[in-house]
């Protein structure tokens, strides 16, 4: 049943709450290790169609995404190298004290990364209007997949679901990634 295709829903319930005035934004990475060009090699990778979710907010406010351009591209890119500085320093500091080397990134740092990136983002460009009952495809794990956040959630709550494809071995793949349980589903019917 390994190589059957299946799809990861998530439905994420959002109550109303201040911690995202200030937007999160980033880009989706890696949701799982691919197995449709592995074994192809590299320039079956490069040529591959790429790997997308799609989500929508069925209740509440739609997600914020930036338009695509040079002063977006550069500020993401800014930010994504502060957060890997920071957990490498954060790990370092873990492994010294004797614990398990893990990914970390202290609360503080995160929240100064997330409000430094907003800032610079602020002047960067126009966001995209996505209205609530709109689906958005992001394409993930590629540099030039879509900068988006969650949306300001002060005013009410949300309702949001994706939908993310893969086969089961990589949908548990993604699991174990993201040290999450895998729940079986019913695997979808080509």
Known sequence: MSGLSAREKALKLTRSHL??????????GRMFTCTCTCAAGPAAAAAA??????????LGPGTRVMAPGPQVDKAITASDVAVRLAAEVAMQ????AGRPRAWL???????????DLA???AGCGEQVGVEPGQV?????????SPVHS???LSGGDRIFMSVLFGTEDELRDMAEFREVDYHESVPVSS
């Open 136 to 144: 958005i495809r992001f394409t993930w794990g590629q540099d030039d």
């Open 49 to 58: 169609v790429p790997h997308a979710k799609y989500a929508v907010s069925l």
């Open 105 to 115: 990134l202290p609360e503080d740092d995160e929240d100064r990364i997330r409000a």
């Open 93 to 96: 500091k873990e492994e010294a």
């Open 19 to 28: 911690g995202s005035i200030v937007p999160r934004w980033h880009h989706d």
């Open 119 to 121: 800032r610079q983002l």
């Open 150 to 152: 969650e949306p300001d």
